[in-house]
């Protein structure tokens, strides 16, 4: 492993921060998503509505304990720190033109305490959320303006802390919305309530065009800012497996992944890929963009290509039993050959290794796991301890697989940060049960709880992989 390689941990603003009314932060699309259960879905309501309850409203308070956090971080020895900036705490409502001094400060505070620890920050722009504002005064990413309200958001931010920041990331993954059967996605990814009747599809594909032109617009502000800037994109990378060696399940297979190959194609080629301008040609999708916006694409590629990586998943090109359509696939089917979580996601380490020489051989640009970890509920024992070795099982075995991609296939990987490293609220389910963390948080799901911190097993396991660069797992 590289000696300045970036081990951490991984967290969203909306997802760990609270504070959702404080220090003059507006409304963000986030704050008006209820919490979920175990099989039931958020739901989006149209503002604060009463007798709900709003998990990311306090989420862990981390707004108000991140000092006492990232003495915890620093603890484990982290060398990075991910987190996104929320956009509300910036620009309440997205299209004012000033920006919060107090929201800019806050995050000038969190930076300096995490420099403090030589912990570098690594920042995602838009990590599922966006002012409410926006989503209800323009239609989110449905609307072209779009593009320079995301502009100005990033260009204030990574002129303010051009000194503290070097490792940014535009859209947190930014292809989910790709499954347009999932309202969640395409609300978080980019503020779109899809309306009866209408070509989701069609609406999908105009929004992540306006996202990608605008990712690229930032990438190119960024590097004039400061040329040192290292600008990602961020994807989640779930690999299709084809069923069986029949033809059909290998061509379906490979179809099924463009619809990922598709935004990564975009963000590190800087120009849309043909197979795509085909297939909107064949629907009749006429889509708004411009020469200016490709030659706007065509420089404002990315530097590296970070990642998420939980799960693979398998599809088949023929009726075979047990297969059955699922979101944006013709046919998925459960793979006999890996377990599952209990949320129903397949567990598959040699699928990360795979992941990484795929993604490597097709753009050669150096590549950052910032996402990889087992949601779980734990336990906590008579004597206080959490035994989460399921957990330290499923990072070893992970970070093994990135381990053999680096050393033995020559894959060049700049980073891996854990995701959730602090338990959060999860993002699908709006739970604080469903775990993530090195340090557990005293929160259930109906957001009872002191919010004390306590360290899990995993806390000192990572703490020595982190000593060892990766040697001892
Ligand atoms: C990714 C998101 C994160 C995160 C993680 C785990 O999709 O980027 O925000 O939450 O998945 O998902 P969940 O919280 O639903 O378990």
Redesign the pocket.
């Known amino acids: 492993m590289r000696e300045d390689f970036l081990w951490g941990g991984a967290v ?1 603003a909306h ?1 760990l921060e609270g504070g959702w009314n404080k220090g003059g932060k507006g409304m963000s699309s986030t704050d008006v998503m209820t919490a979920g259960r175990h099989g039931v879905p958020r739901q989006i309501t149209d503002g604060i509505v009463d007798g709900y309850y709003y998990p990311n409203h306090e989420a862990i308070d981390f707004y108000s304990r991140y000092k006492e956090d990232i003495q915890l971080f620093a603890e484990m020895g982290f060398k990075c720190f991910r987190t996104s900036i929320a956009w509300t705490r910036i620009f309440p409502n997205g299209d004012e033109e000033q920006a919060n001094e107090e929201g800019l400060q806050f995050y000038d505070d969190l930076f300096d305490e995490l420099l403090k620890y030589n912990i570098e920050p690594v920042i995602t722009l838009s ?2 959320e966006m002012p409410y504002h926006l989503v209800k005064t323009y239609g989110g990413f449905r609307n072209r303006k779009m593009i320079d309200f995301f502009a100005k958001f990033a260009e204030t931010v990574m002129n303010r802390y051009q000194h503290k920041i070097k490792y940014w990331m535009t859209f ?2 930014i292809n ?1 919305q790709s499954d347009t059967s999932h309202d969640l996605f395409s609300f978080t990814n980019s503020g779109i309530l899809y309306q009866e009747g209408e070509n989701r599809e069609k609406t999908m594909y105009q929004a992540a065009l306006y996202e990608l032109i605008a990712s690229a617009k930032v990438a190119k502000i960024g590097h004039d800012i400061n040329p040192d800037f290292q600008i990602g994109c ?1 994807m ?1 990378y779930v690999p299709i497996y084809p069923y069986s060696c029949h033809p059909d399940d290998v061509m379906e297979a490979s179809v099924a992944m463009r619809n990922r190959w598709f935004f990564s194609d975009v963000h590190a080629r800087g120009a849309i890929p043909s197979y795509i301008k085909k297939y909107w040609e064949r629907q009749g999708y006429h889509l708004d963009y411009t020469k200016e916006d490709e030659d706007i694409l065509r420089q404002g590629t990315v530097d590296y290509i970070g990642f ?1 990586y ?1 799960m693979s998943g398998v599809v088949c090109g023929r009726d075979v039993e047990g297969s059955q359509p699922y979101g944006e696939f013709k046919r998925m089917i459960r793979n006999p050959h890996v377990k599952a979580s209990e ?1 129903g ?1 397949q567990i598959d380490p040699v699928g990360l290794r795979y992941t990484l020489n795929t993604v490597y051989e097709r753009y050669q640009k150096p590549l950052f796991i910032v ?1 990889n ?1 087992f ?1 779980a509920r734990d336990v906590i024992e008579e004597d206080g301890t959490i035994q989460d070795d399921y957990r330290i099982h499923y990072l070893k075995q992970h970070i093994v697989e990135m381990k053999k991609a680096v050393e033995l296939d020559g894959v060049d990987v700049m980073g891996y940060t854990a ?2 490293c602090i338990d ?6 709006g739970e604080l049960e ?1 775990r ?1 963390g090195f340090i557990y948080v005293d929160k259930d799901n109906e957001g009872n709880g002191t919010l004390a911190r306590r360290k899990k097993k995993s806390f000192a396991w990572y703490q020595r992989v982190i000593a060892t660069n990766g040697e001892e797992l």
């Open positions: 969203a997802q990590h599922f947190n993954e989910n961020m989640a998420s939980y949320w996601w996402e970890g949601g995701w959730g959060v609220v999860s993002f699908g389910t469903k993530y």
